[in-house]
């Protein structure tokens, strides 16, 4: 009669301050809503639109050739021998799926009242679903990533098999961030406009246009940006290791990344109870 | 014999008012918080302390695997925080229950449906929502599909669906839950009636034959009554009366005596005009009626104040169930009328369904409203005489079939 999941004998005790007894137990009981409710907002995502997956495409692709344009041609920047359209979107790549798990995570529980407001589940399903339909996009762009750098005649190289690394690091910058931004939408509506704010100001202090090697007196100033790590360690991922890595900035926006996600998640489990009565 | 599966004790949930003061953007709290502080340095007045309010206050139960507990009490009195405690979408502040077993709760219908997916989409959806596993889905899908009787919309998607469909469907993924506890808050409330009977019958197969326990709460008390065997009746966030169905039942409408029927005091525009100065819903013979036997006759009677005399003067009455339909409606033939204290009434001659009803009555001239009002409720309730054809509460209005009186006073 019950399902594997729950066995009959599960007894639930509610006391005031208990929801944090069982909470990572319930979040992996929870594993298929969190599931169903990325595969959900995919859906959704590309339902209506006539174009589907290929806005995941169309956009990078004309950024790419924004930046190319005006950082390549028009300001010249150095690109060490690789193509310049080539440098921009591995630059892109990273930034695209920080901002876009920025920006659903943090608008994620707001979004979501109505469910927050009717069933019991732990909380933090919410953002980590919103986050992963990022990932969906992520994985169409590198597909064209990869497509373009065979047709310029890259072919990928064992640094490849670190990228899954910077990968997470964006992830969980976006995450961090995404925890205590959502968290406090919902008590205060202000952060709404403060995510497009960030990633605004984002694009221009992070090294997305142009390589950051060429520039070592600029180099630590930038390295305080902790996306500057990320998107240089993609470069050196994907570009095969020709722009070499600055292991400080690396170092930096680790420990940053995870002063983050540690902080948010505590602030997310402390404000999370509250949730159901002020959403 | 006693085998407790939900355990409540000393519960209590407690919310803070902020009166006036709301703080939805950070610059309201900033701001609110500086003044505060400035304030308070100034005259040294301590922070003026937040309203508190006790949506639920010493509450203590225990339900027993496979009862139906029908929890009613008046609005504002504590049931749906108490189901929302339950169901662990918010923390109490004092107490502990105890709940044995997987618990479903269904506060809404159709919970995260999203339109833009299709039913079969959905039903996946809502299902995990509700906490049905992927498999548990896949095994009950048709059943669920054929219980919301949308076989042929399947690759629809929900947003093109007809209210009545998409309720169906919405139930019937609910009703395919497999909890020891479920939960249900006024859903019933929506739907067509042959449904609704529908997931009734669900949902007392499922505690009679499976050994469920379902905690019930509906302003229908017909329903109430028809569905469970206990109930807990609620006032002001305390437990008032708790035991067999009948007796809380009983308790309710005695407690609901004391106010209703209520009419309200007028506005003073209406001082001027026209207004309701008393109601009674009563049998023939003048006693107060809460609760009347399917077929009994009883009678609404109406005072009127009128400051000055109307032309094509109406007064109306109004039915309707505590599902919004409305049922049954009657006015007097116009009149010319003059100021002054009169008495209408309206007698029933047709015999209703079994249900609550709201009486509703209005007061208009020349096809312009001057007063409604929501006067009272009526519980009627039991089984239909023999040879006897009750009207169904949904089978549509009833026009104009009481017998009506208007006369000076």
Redesign the interface.
């Known amino acids: ?6 066995p ?12 944090a007894a069982h909470y990572w137990r319930d979040l992996w009981r929870h594993r ?2 969190l ?2 409710l990325a595969w ?1 907002d995919i ?2 995502r590309y ?2 639109a006539v174009l589907g997956v290929a806005w995941a495409v169309i956009q990078p692709i004309i950024t790419t050739v924004i930046f190319t344009v005006i950082f390549g041609h028009l300001a010249r920047m150095p690109d060490g021998g690789i193509p310049y359209p080539l440098l921009v979107l591995a630059g892109l790549l990273p930034w695209q799926l920080f901002s876009t798990a920025l920006a659903n995570s943090s608008g994620s529980l707001v979004g979501n009242s ?8 732990p909380r933090l399903i919410v953002p980590l679903a919103a986050i992963s339909v990022s990932l969906m996009d992520f994985l169409i762009v590198l597909a064209l990533f990869l497509g373009m750098s065979l047709w310029f005649g890259h072919v990928p190289t064992w640094h490849w098999l670190v990228m899954p690394g910077f990968l997470l690091l964006a992830l969980a910058l976006a995450l961090g961030a995404g925890l205590w931004l959502t968290a406090l939408t919902v ?5 709404r406009f403060i995510v497009p704010f960030l990633i605004q100001i984002g694009v221009f202090i992070s090294p997305i246009g142009f390589r950051t090697d060429y520039y070592p007196n600029w180099r630590p100033l930038m390295a305080l940006n902790p996306m500057t790590g990320v998107i240089d360690g993609f470069r050196w991922c994907l570009l095969g290791g020709t722009q070499n890595l600055q292991p400080s900035s690396v170092i930096l926006s680790a420990s940053l990344s995870l002063t983050l996600v540690l902080s948010g998640l505590w602030f997310f489990r402390r404000t999370e ?1 509250s949730f ?2 002020i959403i | 014999m006693a085998d407790p599966i939900i355990q409540v004790e000393n519960l209590g949930k407690r919310y803070q008012l902020t009166h006036e003061i709301r703080h939805d953007t950070l610059r309201d709290t900033l701001s609110h918080g500086m003044r505060g502080l400035i304030r308070r340095w100034r005259n040294r007045e301590p922070r003026s302390a937040l309203e508190e309010f006790w949506a639920l206050r010493e509450v203590s139960f225990e339900i027993n695997r496979g009862e139906v507990v029908g929890i009613i009490g008046r609005n504002g009195s504590g049931k749906s925080t108490l189901l929302k405690v339950l169901s662990r979408i918010t923390e109490p502040t004092t107490g502990r229950v105890t709940l044995k077993g997987r618990v479903a709760s269904l506060l809404e219908v159709g919970t995260g449906f999203h339109p833009e997916l299709s039913g079969r989409e959905n039903i996946y959806l809502n299902g995990a929502i509700l906490g049905m596993s992927r498999m548990e889905i896949r095994r009950k899908f048709d059943e669920i599909v054929t219980f919301a009787e949308v076989e042929r919309f399947l690759d629809t998607p929900v947003k093109r669906y007809s209210s009545g469909m998409y309720v169906r469907l919405a139930f019937a993924v609910a009703a395919h839950l497999d909890p020891e506890i479920l939960i249900v808050d006024e859903v019933l409330a929506v739907g067509d009636i042959a449904f609704q009977k529908k997931c009734l019958g669900k949902m007392e197969s499922a505690s009679r034959k499976e050994g469920r326990t379902v905690l019930f709460v509906s302003h229908n008390l017909h329903a109430v009554r028809q569905l469970c065997r206990s109930a807990l009746l609620l006032a002001d966030g305390r437990v008032l009366e708790a035991g067999p169905c009948g007796h809380v039942l009983e308790r309710y409408v005695q407690a609901t005596d004391a106010s209703a029927p209520h009419v309200p005091r007028p506005s003073p525009e209406l001082r001027d005009q026209a207004y309701i100065t008393a109601l009674a819903i009563e049998t023939l013979a003048g006693h107060p009626l809460h609760s009347a036997a399917v077929g009994q006759p009883w009678r609404v009677r109406v005072r009127l104040r009128l400051a000055r005399p109307y032309r094509n003067f109406v007064v109306g009455i109004g039915l309707v169930t505590t599902d919004g339909v409305a049922a049954q409606t009657a006015w007097m033939p116009p009149v010319d009328i003059a100021a002054g204290d009169h008495e209408a009434s309206f007698e029933q001659t047709v015999a209703l369904q079994a249900s609550t009803y709201t009486v509703i009555v209005g007061l208009s001239s020349d096809d312009q409203s001057i007063q409604q009002i929501e006067a009272g409720r009526l519980d009627i309730s039991g089984d239909q005489p023999h040879g006897y054809y009750p009207l169904t509460s949904g089978a549509g209005v009833v026009l104009n079939s009481m017998t009506t009186s208007l006369r000076p006073v």
């Open positions: 009669m019950a399902s594997p999941a729950y009959d004998s599960a007894v639930t005790v509610l006391e005031p301050g208990r929801s298929e809503l599931g169903f959900r859906k959704v339902k209506q109505n469910l927050i407001s009717k069933i019991y589940f008590k205060y509506r202000d952060f109870r159901a009565d």
